[in-house]
């Protein structure tokens, strides 16, 4: 099972999910639902913005649990 941290990522650099959105330029929609763990996939480009937007690596963000 894949955990997306988002949410911690955005809170560490004090940004909101509207900041990233503009930044990235994706919808509020899209980033709403890859922050609430919904996203069946994603992207490597939107990883590598939203990454580049955060300054951090995809493991800062995605993290592998075994359930």
Known sequence: MVIVNLDVML???KMSVTELSQKVG???ANIS???NGK???IRFGTLDAICEALECQPG???E???E
Do not use: M, P, S
């Open 11 to 13: 809170a560490k650099r």
């Open 26 to 28: 994706i919808t509020l």
């Open 33 to 35: 639902i890859l922050k």
């Open 39 to 41: 996203a069946k996939a």
């Open 60 to 62: 800062d963000i995605l």
């Open 64 to 66: 592998y649990c075994e």
